[in-house]
């Protein structure tokens, strides 16, 4: 959680991206690689341009909040769409434990809330994000998404927050950039 260009839950407030699999350049070059089939202006889409170019078949994936993914859904691409699940870890009772993040449009604050509103806003997201609070929801099966708790034990030990770990050491720098035009 970013505020005020500082991320909740880590001492380190500067994102960045580590080498992929032994080659600094692997992730750039899968997203350049990418990027050639994507519709003039992909880079800059936002959540509704998203939508509009999956609909409208300009691009056969999006990733998108389970919350608009009925929208996505046209008569026109009722046939040929597939929702996939989020990916898992195989438990030992042959369960599958999926891995979600709590996040998105409930966060956003309101530019138009009074200073009290926001304040109690950043309080609840500071409570939630506090190491006992976000340590609690992880060892209750939640997904932890602050560096703290995902290299706490005995949540580092727990196989199913190895990909948390990775997508975590890769966020780029873009989060702080994306929270100072905010």
């Known amino acids: 959680m970013v505020h005020g260009g500082r991320i909740l839950g880590s001492k380190d407030a500067r994102c960045r991206r580590l080498p992929e699999h032994g080659s600094e350049r692997k992730g750039d070059g899968v997203s350049k690689k990418f990027v ?4 003039p202006g992909a880079l800059n889409y936002g959540i ?5 170019a ?11 909040w389970a919350a608009v993914g009925l929208a996505m859904i046209t008569e026109q691409n009722r046939d040929k769409v597939m929702v996939v699940p989020a990916p898992g870890i195989r438990q030992a009772d042959g369960s599958i434990k999926r891995l979600y993040c709590i996040g998105g449009q409930p966060w956003v604050i309101n530019n138009f809330a ?15 994000y506090s190491p006992a609070t976000t340590q609690e929801y992880a060892k209750k099966g939640g ?9 706490s034990p005995p949540i580092r030990l727990d ?10 050491d890769s966020v780029e720098s873009g989060f702080l950039s994306f929270a100072e035009i905010l």
């Open 114 to 128: 009074t200073p009290e509103q926001k304040q109690v806003i950043i309080d609840f997201l500071e409570w939630w």
């Open 143 to 151: 997904n932890p998404a602050d560096k703290a708790t995902l290299e």
């Open 159 to 168: 196989q199913s927050v190895e990909p948390c770990n990775e997508i975590h």
């Open 48 to 52: 509704s341009e998203n939508i509009d």
């Open 54 to 64: 999956f609909t409208q078949g300009k691009t056969a994936t999006s990733i998108m």
């Open 36 to 39: 050639q089939w994507e519709p």
